[in-house]
């Protein structure tokens, strides 16, 4: 039991981060397809460009399939930087609506989408929480979209229902759908027990 509990709660994670990750590199083609029509109708209303640089202020953005909603985003700020190739969000929360009826949330102060690789950071009070009581919270969180691997080398702490986990440093494979704590490893199950 305690085995098939920790690989729904590994699976878990994983899903997140990749719903993260997934809802992120949407959100850099829904900027371009933006861009192109403000470009189009010669309109910059809410666009300031500061030499090749683009800023969008308090976006949202909305995807929707069949009439249900399948995630959205919103941040404060969206800046991108066309010499880098990169965009930086200020205040991002990604929002995520399984089919199952479960929807699972993303947020960080800051993120980094760099366009050409899809590699993503997150930075700055990193939370991903479930609406079924899953919380993963650490400082900031690096995905590597060509080894399908997100890792931190800070504090991390997964805590749900039945379980707390607590460490330093971790890194998760999507491929291989493995999670791991790189140090100091703690965890709690509900009822006082530690693993």
Known sequence: MAMVMKR???TLLLSILMIGGVALVSLWVNLQDRKKAVEEDGMAAGISTEGA?????????????????????????????QEENVLLLEDVKVIYYAKDGRSFTLSGNRGKVHQDSKNIELAGN????????????????????????????DPIEFAGEQIRLTGKGMLIDMEAKTFKVLSEARTRWKGGGRG
């Open 53 to 81: 640089d683009q800023r969008l202020e308090k976006i949202r953005f909305v995807e929707e399939k069949h009439g249900k909603k399948t995630w959205e985003l919103e941040a404060q700020a969206i800046r991108q930087y």
């Open 126 to 153: 990193v939370v991903l929480t479930s609406n079924d009581g899953y919380r993963l919270r650490t400082e900031s969180i690096s995905y590597e979209h060509s080894t399908k691997q997100a890792r931190t080398s």
């Open 8 to 10: 729904l709660k590994i």
